[in-house]
């Protein structure tokens, strides 16, 4: 089946020859598409403080060219979600890969703040496509295991964008640091087109039976089963919570992060920012047990990010190390979980609308946030901003942490 084919949402040509990857190669794809999405988005992260100085932004500025690429995320997540039911896998996933490759290219030859925010948003678009379309393949692909699909989907979505701060870092030490670093990622991005094109795509679960195939890609209301509301609301407050802190790391903190550091050097910048989602993406593999995993890690992320203020305070380069260690690695036990939860409760038919749901609150809590961290910077000054944020983001972990234990003993009863 051609991609033309699935885009037109019409049954294949007969005779086409096509590669039939193995199982395998469908799940390192499925993988390496989202990821790799994800690398190009964050890219700038330590480019921020040589983009803003090129062009004269203010912190706010730096903050609605972060917010623009969540805003189009969640509007992508909101009405497209649930292509890839009616068009394919590979066919989303190929869409997301051209709309990439145009916000990279136009990111990186932007002049002016316009330009920085409509490169932003073409990339928030094609990963509001590639997320729904890479978490189902995955669940499609592992029908017997859910619990594998939603761990992939997680190490996917917290590996890529930890890498792409350390990776934009480094290839900023090449010439034209705010354009080289895009332009190996635009090679990079294009080279999946082949496997991708040459794949032998897996018909529709939702093909289209009516005369008028465009009416299934009309936007939809986000809906969740009732059996799975609760684990829905769990998932969707915890990832907003995270997503609020990745938000800070990658938009404002490589600037906050220098100055406790004391260093300009992008690479060192970097990995500072990429430590919370490197930490995140790392317990996705130890992936530690228990009935009480949720509250535990709630509780580490409150006590990672109440202690950010203090390492800035005492100006202690190894505490802030391990507070964006301890962090990371809390959300990432207690998001890997509630989203899981989320994930065994919905059909594979729903699964796609139900992940992409689940990433629309979780992506607010990149926009919101943040762009109310980048107004208050401009006002009381970045340190006392960052301060009161991570001072309000511990707490309310804190009480999530509390309400969740609570509620999982008395289910142990």
């Known amino acids: 089946m051609s991609v033309l084919d699935e885009l037109r949402m019409r049954p294949t040509a007969a005779g086409a020859r096509r590669w039939d990857a193995s199982l395998a190669v469908r799940l390192v794809l499925s993988v390496t598409v989202i990821s790799t999405l994800l690398i190009g ?9 040589l983009i803003q100085a090129e062009l004269g932004l203010s912190p706010f500025a730096v903050t609605v060219a972060f917010a623009s690429y969540v805003v189009a995320l969640i509007g992508g997540l909101v009405h497209a979600g649930h292509w890839s039911d009616h068009i394919g896998r590979r066919a989303a996933l190929v869409l997301a890969v051209v709309l990439g490759l145009l916000g990279a290219t136009l990111f990186a030859a932007a002049t002016s703040l316009p330009m920085l925010a409509a490169g932003r948003m073409l990339q928030g678009g094609a990963v509001a496509l590639a997320t729904g379309a890479s978490a189902a393949a995955l669940r499609d692909l592992l029908p017997a295991r859910p619990d594998w699909a939603s761990r992939f989907t997680l190490l996917a979505s917290a590996g ?38 040459l794949l032998r795509a897996r018909p529709a679960i939702k093909p289209v039976v009516t005369g008028k195939p465009l009416a299934v890609l009309r936007p939809r209301r986000p809906a969740v089963s009732k059996d799975a509301r609760r684990s829905f609301w769990t998932a969707s407050s915890v990832g907003f919570l995270s997503f609020a802190v990745f938000g800070f790391t990658l938009s404002l903190a490589p600037t906050w992060f220098a100055g406790i550091a004391g260093t300009t050097s992008r690479p060192l910048i970097g990995l500072l920012a990429a430590l919370v989602l490197g930490a995140s993406a790392i317990s996705q593999l130890v992936s530690p047990r228990g009935r009480f995993v949720v509250p535990v890690g709630l509780a580490g992320m409150a006590v990672g990010v109440g202690l950010l203020p203090v390492a800035q305070q005492t100006g202690s380069l190894p505490l802030l190390v391990g ?21 065994v409760k919905v059909a594979p038919a729903l699964h796609a609308q139900t992940v992409s749901a689940v990433y629309v609150i979780t992506y607010l809590g990149s926009a919101v946030p943040v762009l109310g961290l980048g107004a208050a910077a401009g006002v009381w000054g970045l340190d006392a901003s960052v301060t009161v944020f991570a001072l309000v983001i511990s707490a309310v972990c804190g009480v999530l942490a509390v309400g969740s234990l609570v509620l999982r003993a008395r289910a142990a009863r």
Do not use: D
């Open 160 to 197: 890529g964008v930890a890498a792409g701060p350390v990776i934009g870092g480094l290839l900023s030490l090449l010439p034209s640091p705010t354009r080289t670093p895009f332009l190996v990622y635009l090679v990079v991005l294009a080279s999946l087109l082949v496997p991708l094109l």
């Open 323 to 343: 507070a964006c260690l301890v962090a990371g690695f809390g959300q990432g036990m207690a998001f890997r979980v509630v989203f899981n939860e989320v994930s």
């Open 41 to 49: 988005a964050n890219l700038a992260t330590p480019l921020y403080p």
